[in-house]
């Protein structure tokens, strides 16, 4: 009997910062957001194809990283529907902390355990602002290259700070990793929408190589 042939080829962590400059309304819209994403056409598709595993993470300050969705299997598009309306009603379990990027990445390297058998593996990390707090999130890459994940972000806009240009210089690693602009809260549905679906894809020419 020959051996079966492995089946989750993407392993998915979703990130999201819910530190002190987020706001109610900014979280709820994060949160709708990524239900939002996954029930696109283009990306459910995908999710079922690769037969995906899909998990969340909530991070803030230095010792405030919880994965409060833990690995689920995408199987079907009812998988797909299931886990985001699971999403929806994740309840935010901190406000008021500080920025901890390196930290939050730490925390989802060891998540990757648990799914070590998933062919491709990416973190998708959300943020508002730069890393205020913690480890520096630039020496997380090594970790996370050996590891083999790939850390994309997208980087909500809310001031002149650049951080699209800080999340390229200190946080993405990985081959073919990239950042998405958000210019605010109020386009991050519509751009968080084009990340997963450029990420969930990504293996045509992935396997393709």
């Known amino acids: 009997m020959g051996v079966p042939a492995q089946a989750c080829q993407f392993a998915l962590l979703l990130a999201v910062d819910v ?14 957001g990524l239900a939002h994403a996954l029930r696109d056409g283009i990306v459910a598709d995908a999710l079922v194809e690769q037969e995906a595993h899909v998990a969340l993470v909530q991070w803030t300050g230095a010792t405030r990283q919880k994965q409060t969705i833990p690995w689920t299997r995408i199987a079907s598009y ?10 929806e009603n994740d309840p935010r379990i901190w406000r008021n902390y500080s920025t901890a990027i390196g930290e939050a990445l730490a925390v989802s390297r ?19 602002g730069v890393s205020n707090e913690g480890l520096e999130p630039a020496g997380q890459r090594g970790p996370l290259n050996e590891a083999g994940i ?26 073919g990793a990239f950042v998405v602009t958000a210019q605010g809260f109020e386009d991050y549905p519509e751009q968080i ?14 396997y393709a190589e």
């Open 19 to 32: 530190s002190g400059s987020v706001d109610r309304d900014e979280y709820r819209i994060q949160m709708d």
């Open 78 to 87: 009812g998988d797909v529907l299931a886990l985001a309306e699971e999403i």
């Open 110 to 128: 060891k998540a990757f355990a648990t799914v070590a058998h998933c062919t491709r593996k990416v973190v998708d990390v959300s943020g508002d």
């Open 150 to 175: 790939t850390v994309n972000a997208i980087a909500i806009e809310t001031d002149d700070t650049d951080l699209t240009a800080y999340f390229f210089e200190n946080v993405i690693t990985g081959p």
């Open 193 to 206: 929408k084009r990340k997963l679906q450029r990420e969930t894809i990504r293996q045509v020419t992935y």
